[in-house]
Each structure stands twice: as C-alpha cells, then as structure tokens.
C-alpha cells in the first residue's frame, strides 16, 4: 500500500488555499502525457516494438481527449499497454472522505456528497487516492450485467425505510465507482449487445440511468477497451452506436522484428536457468516462423506468450539437467529446444486436415529457426575443421544428463572452437556450459547443413559422421 504524504491537505479549505483547481480525468492525461513528451521521459515503461505505430496514435488519442478501442489478436501486449495509462495520472488526487464515489471536494456531484459540502463548507475531510487505485479493469464475460457495470437499486437501503425514487437507493456499479479515473474493458465484443448499450449515455452524455430514474452524475472517467478482431464476425460485436463514441481504434501487432521480440521474452519470461541471446533468437525466430505458416490457423494468432512461455521451458530443462548432472550454474543449450514442440503445441491452433501432424510441423519450423540464427552467428566462419574432427572420430554426445564439460572434452582443440564462442558472446574463461551451448549450435548448424549425422534417442544425441 502506499502510504499518503503527510503534507497534504486534509480539508477543502486547505485544499482551496493550497491553488489546488479540479481538472478533467482527459485533461490531467492530457498535460502530464505533455510533460513526458518534452521532456523526454518514457511514457510507457515496459512496452515493446510499438515505438513508431501503436504509440504515436495512443498519444494523439489521448491528447485529443478520446475514448479508446485497441484492436488486436492475443498476446499483442493491449491488456499490458492499457494498464501503463495509470502512470500518466497525478501520483496522488484528492477525493472526500467517506463518499461512495471518487469526488473531488470542491466539485462534488452525488447529492450526499452535495449536502456535505454544503453542510461542512470548508471543514469537508479530505484523503487522497494513490493513481493505481484510479485504474479499474473489466474482463467482459457473457453473464456481465448492467448492475455490475451501471448500478442497481439496493435492496437494503430500501429496506432501511428510504423511498424507491430517492437516488440513495442506488447501489453504484464498476463505471461510476471509477469517477475520475480510467475504465478498462478487455474483450470488449464479449458483452451482450444489451449491456453494450448501457454504456452509451456513459461515453456521450456522461450520465447514468438505473431502473428507470435518470440520475444525472457528470461522471469523469476514461473508457478504454480491448477486442479482437475475429471477435466482430464469431463471438460477437461491437454495436455500431457504441463503436461510433469511441474517438479512436487503434491496431495493435506482433513485434514486427526479431529484437523485438527477443526484448518481449527478455522482459516477460521468468527464466530458472541462463538462456542465452543465441537461444533467444532461435525462438524469436520459430515464433515468426509460425506466423507465416499456413498449417497455423493466422485468425487465431500466435502470441507473444507462446515465445514467453517457450523460453521458460528451455531454461526449466536446462535446470533439470544441472540437477541431474550437478553442473552449476544452470544453462540451457540448443538441446533443450526439443522440450518446445511436444509442451507447448497445445497453445497453437492448426488448419484442419493437419491432425496428427502437428509435432512434425513444429519440429520442422524449429529446425529452421536453429539453421536462420546458426546462419546468422557464424556467417563468414568455416566450421569445416570442426566436423573433419568429429568425421575422424570424436564423437560428440549431448543430452539431459551431459554436462558442459563432457560436450567440451568430446573435441580436440580447436582454433573455431574459440571463433564460434566468441561469435555467441561467450568468452574462453567463461564456465564450460556457456560454452558447450555455443559448440552445440554451431554441430546442429553443420547437421542441418548435412555436413554432419546425427543420432538421437529419448535422452541422448550424438553427432558423428
């Protein structure tokens, strides 16, 4: 939790005398996006490869005052991107003490709140909201309804002895309870077109209606939403009045090059062992590999977690295999790539007709990401001498109980065997898995170039002649 600065004014007297002038939730995005503008300060910490599209049109949106739809197929990064808008709020704002809603002491808009003031005057208390309270997030689902989103009459209030027309009545529901503040509704299209269009006088006439009274809040938020775009043919849609009072749709995308979407993994993968940059493109690679596919069905995408979530499989058999074997510390190498296909080729939806064939199609756009990254490192570099010495008999063998060292005593030594260590940023001094993992791509490389065999087993490969 964070703890409220002392120094801040707790009454609306204090907060009058401090200059303190109640500004639009649009507004106050709008001047801070300014500041970070001009001054050069990262707007939207954390997020990847939108530099040159998706942010220049989220930055002219908000600073048109618009409400947005990102439109985008999953793991795409909207959910992630939206949740970085909190961090253009004022890091504290003030709110009346004990009000249903987030109102601001010297612009209260629910009668109690009204009365208060008029009552207390200047002696009305005041606390304040950090900004990540200001941040509300929806998941549309089918059973969302109106008083989940709007409101609804309670009953226990009515029960206390309070009229059916009185407005107090109301139980407020996620939208107003966000005044001053951003909304975020994530699958937008999910929502039954009814409840879509509860949302309407939210977004144009900025009021609510519950059961039939008209309770007139001038409620101050910012409606953001996600959806994708498969959604406005399958699962539902957007209706065409409530697509209209969004003022922008922006399209979201995949990360459009291979760094890119190395930084996505960097940033997002929780690894157990040392995955090294090598290994990272391969992956990267074998993600945009699946992209372009025509066995993979494109409408349903393949996201960003898929590279996410193969990297953290990587590094999980690299641990094991330290486990196994003892060698510290733990490092994936080009071996632990088999785990990929077989764990995570549930998360891919394939073309029909390609039943029973999946795991060959993945192993087939892997090895291709393997020889592209292989190509890519050791370009210009003759591996010619180090399979002459595996032809004459130094057989390498590798696998979830090698070591490092054994791949390493496997070899002669050899003037390449440093080039291709130096080529995947390793250097001789380093330990002998970091290494090892460098000479495995390098004998993979030769093998997908049929300079060299390969035989494999359910724990162990060997490369020979």
């Known amino acids: 939790m964070n703890d409220v600065p002392a120094n801040l004014p707790r009454t609306a007297g204090d907060l009058r005398a401090a200059g303190h002038l109640p500004r639009s939730i649009k507004q106050e995005l709008h001047d801070n996006l300014l500041v970070k503008l001009r001054t050069g300060e990262d707007a939207w910490p954390g997020i990847v490869g939108f530099s040159r599209t998706v942010l220049p049109q989220l930055e002219r949106a908000l600073l048109a005052g618009h409400d947005v739809v990102l439109l985008g197929e999953r793991g795409q990064g909207k959910t992630r991107l939206l949740r970085t808008l909190a961090g253009l709020l004022d890091e504290w704002t003030p709110v009346i003490e004990g009000a249903e809603l987030a109102e601001h002491p010297l612009d209260p808009i629910t009668p109690e709140s009204r009365r208060r003031a008029a009552e207390l005057g200047d002696a009305l208390p005041v606390t304040w909201r950090h900004r990540d309270e200001r941040y509300t997030e929806k998941l549309a689902t089918p059973d969302t ?16 002895g309070r009229s059916l027309g009185d407005p107090e009545t109301i139980h407020f529901g996620l939208v107003p309870r966000a005044h001053r503040g951003i909304v975020a509704i994530n699958e937008l299209p999910d929502l039954a077109e009814r409840i879509q269009v509860a949302l309407l006088n939210v977004m144009e006439e900025r009021d609510i209606q519950v059961r039939g009274y008209t309770l007139r809040l001038p409620l101050d938020v910012l409606l953001v939403s996600t959806a994708n775009p498969e959604d406005y043919t399958n699962r539902g849609r957007i209706i065409t009045p409530l697509k209209d009072r969004f003022g922008a749709e922006i399209r979201t995308h995949y990360p459009l090059d291979v760094d890119a979407e ?8 929780h690894l157990v062992a040392e995955v090294g940059e090598p290994l990272l493109e391969v992956l990267a690679r074998f993600v945009r590999y699946l992209r372009e596919s025509p066995v993979i069905d494109q409408r349903s995408g393949v996201s960003a977690r898929f590279a996410v979530a193969a990297a953290e499989t990587v590094g999980a058999a690299a641990l094991r295999r330290s486990a196994l074997t003892g060698e510290e510390p733990a490092v994936a190498r080009p071996v632990d790539l088999d785990a990929v296909p077989a764990v995570l080729r549930g998360k891919l939806e394939f073309e029909p007709g390609e039943e029973g064939r999946e795991t060959e199609h993945l192993v087939h756009l892997l090895r291709r990401a393997v020889a592209e990254t292989a190509r890519s490192r050791f370009a210009g570099l003759d591996l010619l001498p180090l399979a002459d010495a595996v032809e004459s008999g130094h057989l390498v063998a590798t696998g979830e109980r090698v070591p490092g060292k054994d791949v390493l005593a496997a070899l002669p030594e050899l003037p390449v065997l440093h080039d291709v260590a130096a080529r995947a940023g390793v250097s001789p001094d ?30 162990t490969t060997v490369y020979g002649r």
Not at 145 to 160: H, M, R
Not at 262 to 269: D, K
Not at 437 to 452: H, N, V
């Open 430 to 459: 380093e330990p002998a898995g970091r290494i090892a993992a460098a000479i495995e791509l390098a004998l993979e490389s030769l093998f997908l170039s049929r300079k060299l065999a390969k035989d494999s087993d359910d724990t």
């Open 145 to 160: 309804s109106v008083g989940d989103l709007i409101g609804d009459v309670d009953p226990v209030k009515v029960a206390e």
């Open 262 to 269: 190395i930084a996505v993994v960097r940033q997002e993968a």
